[in-house]
């Protein structure tokens, strides 16, 4: 496994193993295969960088993948259907749709192929993985095993279905507890997954979840866990053992951290605006989300995912196009760079869906869990239309890995180190001081500009300040694009933009 410490030291990339590559133009031979993972120096008929190339350019740590066990929605056997694969038939088998043949071995041995590549190539992988629900549930391996024993019921005997989809596990029990471990360790024995992303973790029991963090980490210390600490409905599980926002605090674990998400983009198919479209009400959860969440939900920042978008819902560019009719595709650019300029200066686990980097689209569609290839798959031929935009994300990357600054791992250096600046409406800015967490740099400022139109801001104090990213550019060193040395009390950021400078 490449080297990893802390959670807080990642950047992870939400990706589905078809969308990467199945575009015609992607230049990958394995397409919609595992073995894309494989391929290097794969090109789309532009000359970008595609696929593994592609993610190395970026500068990622983790690749998040969207389901790889077995699972029911889709015949292996046609290449023309498509899934998320949020339905799982058996946990414990890789999906033979990504495999260059999916009867015999070739499913086990091409993920083992692709993780070594990845982790060859210095990136870990995320399994994400479904144990709240499965595909069928009468004719499910588990109830032709022992009837209704693995699933909860109502007090009626029907089966209960807090995921939505039509039944719920019942983690509780000891036998269905000891499934879902021995299926992890499984995963991460033989195929050494470095951390797993839990679909509706809501409806798991926090018993469970607290047994799979200690039992796994003395096998692998260096995993990662996070999940969606919500469910489909309701439950017929006892509260107590209930999991929701908060409850990880201490535990191992982390959570997605919807308040930050809505505050920065707003709501998840509509068209209200949040902070980055020039929404002033939201401030306090944009403040609560650079923080890390410790002022909301965490017992530190290990435990908030950070995020604008996941596979759920608008992706951020259509999102961005709905809710700002009529915008220029430079301004888009421009509130994309802000709102993923947000995630990667902030305190907490950074996020990212797979496609943003480029302003992927999906025509708009809220919801493409069995939309197919063409809405869904990634069309690389944007990277050159918006270069600029991928060259931003791969700077503040850059910058995030390379200043621990970015990275505090406990709520008490987050309190020591991190103070707000006081700023105009539609804007926010904070300070990292006092060479935080073990940084090079003194002082860090961040601000950010939401507004349509220009907004003088005034620093911390008057010195001798080096621009690192502005509305063109971003990263470790000192931007080309302005003059990069700034001496002075006042600064001025234009239109929808940020800025950040050190001393």
């Known amino acids: 496994r490449p080297q990893f410490s802390a959670p807080t030291d990642a950047v992870i990339y939400e990706t589905h193993i078809r969308d990467f590559s199945r575009h015609p133009n992607s230049g990958i031979r394995n397409k919609g295969k595992y073995l894309a993972f494989t391929e290097t120096n794969t090109q789309e008929s532009g000359g970008e ?4 190339a592609h993610l190395l350019e970026l500068g990622i740590t983790h690749v998040h993948l969207m389901p790889i066990y077995d699972f029911g929605s889709v015949n292996e056997l046609n290449d023309q259907e498509y899934n998320w694969g949020y339905d799982p038939m058996y946990y414990n088998v890789p999906e033979g749709s990504y495999a260059t043949n999916p009867d015999g071995i070739a499913r086990l ?42 699933y909860r019921l109502n007090s009626d005997g029907s089966y209960s279905n807090a995921s939505g989809c039509g039944n719920e596990i019942a983690s509780e029990k000891f036998m269905v507890r000891k ?37 796994l980490r003395e096998i692998e210390p260096s995993l990662i866990f996070y999940g969606e600490p ?51 009400c939201e401030w306090e959860n944009i403040k609560r989300g650079i923080q890390g969440a410790i002022n909301d939900f965490a017992a530190a920042p290990t435990e908030a995912v950070n995020y ?40 907490g686990i950074a996020f990212l869906h797979g496609g943003e980097e480029f302003g992927r689209t999906k025509s708009g569609h809220p919801n493409t869990y069995n939309a197919g290839d063409d809405i869904n798959q990634y069309d690389y031929r944007r ?22 600054a970015f990275r505090m791992t406990t709520a008490e250096l ?9 700023t105009p409406e539609h804007s926010i800015g904070f300070i990292l001081g006092d060479f935080a967490n073990g940084d090079s740099w003194e002082k860090i400022v961040v601000i950010f500009n939401c507004k349509n139109q220009a907004q003088v801001m005034r620093l911390p104090e008057t010195a001798t300040w080096i621009i690192v990213a502005n509305e063109y550019e971003a990263g470790v060193n000192p931007v080309v694009s302005e003059e990069a040395t700034f001496n002075g009390k006042e600064i001025t950021l234009p239109p929808y933009s940020m800025k950040i400078l050190h001393n």
């Open 383 to 404: 990277k050159g239309i918006y270069r600029e935009l991928f060259e931003y994300y791969a700077g503040l990357i850059s910058l995030r890995r390379e200043h621990p």
């Open 230 to 280: 919500w469910r489909a409905g309701d439950t017929p599980l006892e509260p107590a053992l209930h999991i929701w926002k908060g409850r990880q605090k201490g535990l191992g674990f982390a959570v997605f951290n919807d308040h930050f998400r809505d505050a920065i983009k707003g709501d998840l198919r509509g068209s209200r605006w949040g902070f980055v479209q020039g929404a002033s």
């Open 179 to 215: 499934f879902i471990l021995d299926s992890l360790k499984y995963w991460v024995k033989e195929y050494q997954i470095d951390g797993f992303r839990f679909d509706l973790l809501g409806v798991l029991d926090i018993k469970t979840m607290t047994q799979i963090v200690t039992e």
């Open 308 to 347: 604008v978008s996941a596979h759920d819902d608008l992706c951020l560019w259509d999102k961005l196009v709905k809710s700002c009719p009529g915008m220029a595709d430079a301004q888009l650019m421009q509130l994309s760079k802000l709102a993923n300029g947000i995630i990667l200066t902030s305190q």
């Open 49 to 52: 960088k595609t696929g593994l």
């Open 109 to 150: 041995r091409e993920v083992k192929e692709m993780m070594l590549s990845l982790h060859q190539n210095g990136l870990r992988v995320i399994m994400d993985v479904v144990y709240n629900h499965t595909y069928n549930t009468i004719s499910s391996a588990f109830d032709v095993l022992v009837p209704q024993f693995y």
């Open 414 to 422: 987050v309190r020591k180190h991190l103070r707000f600046l006081t």
